[in-house]
């Protein structure tokens, strides 16, 4: 499986959009990128996944560059309940799918 | 419909004490995950399983077993504790298909003292 590199922190002002970088530059073909987020302890919750599209939800946009060696999860209007940790993950499209977690970007808003 | 859910929330034991977590899903999917997250760490897989019947070793295995009798439940059993065992234990599960993804549950803190 594929292994992910973020950054460790990031501010972002309210109403602004957030844009969180990933690198994941052993990809390989097979492989979806995955955004999920923690609040506080909580359980991670899903946000958004692609294969090399570039793919929008109501929650955010994902966008994937053409080799597919990195992404940007994309918050358009940031509020402070998005403050939270940030977790890019890339696992098979097939077999176990198993997910292996990085420690993820920091993300605070600010007022 | 529960989603995931795991019992209990929360758990202190004495060192070498035996427990077993809980992880119930109630969506009919196949696959389900045991992880552990560690102070300001990501989540680490300690076991999975992709079946009823089934399971397999994850990253961080060792002193945990697994058993998955029926398919909703998933259950994580720690025979003899140890501190670096004190974790919060994430439960989750996925339906099958690629285009599926994993929901988790809200998680079981446990302490070893």
């Known amino acids: 499986d594929a292994k992910t590199t973020q950054p460790t922190s990031m501010d972002c002002a309210e109403g602004r959009a957030a844009n969180l970088p990933c690198n994941h530059s052993?990809?390989?073909?097979?492989?979806?990128v995955y955004w999920y987020r923690q609040i506080h302890s909580q359980g991670p919750q899903y946000i958004i996944h692609?294969?090399?599209n570039n793919e929008t939800n109501e929650m955010a946009s994902l966008i994937i560059t053409e080799d597919r060696k990195s992404s940007t999860l994309i918050l358009p209007h940031a509020t402070l309940r998005d403050t939270a940790v940030y977790y890019c993950?890339?696992?098979?499209?097939?077999?176990?799918?198993?997910?292996?977690f990085g420690t993820g970007t920091r993300l605070k808003v600010l007022a | 419909n529960a989603g995931v859910t795991q019992t209990p929330k929360f758990r202190v034991l004495k060192t070498g004490q035996s427990m077993t977590l809980l992880c119930a899903q109630d969506?009919?999917?196949?696959?389900m995950y045991w992880y552990r997250q560690d102070p300001g760490m990501g989540l680490r897989l300690i076991h999975y399983?992709?079946?009823?019947?089934?399971?397999a070793k994850g990253e961080v295995p060792d002193g945990y077993n697994v058993s998955r009798l029926k398919k909703q439940n998933f259950l994580l059993g720690l025979e003899s504790a140890a501190p670096s065992q004190t974790s919060v234990y994430f439960c989750?599960?996925?339906?099958?298909?690629?285009?599926?993804?994993?929901?988790f549950g809200p998680g079981t803190r446990l302490l070893v003292l």
């Open positions: 993950i890339v696992s098979s499209t097939s077999g176990t799918y198993k997910y292996i």
């Open positions: 692609g294969l090399k």
């Open positions: 052993t990809i390989s073909g097979n492989e979806y």
């Open positions: 969506m009919n999917h196949e696959y």
């Open positions: 399983s992709v079946g009823e019947g089934t399971t």
């Open positions: 989750a599960s996925k339906r099958t298909g690629s285009q599926e993804t994993q929901y």
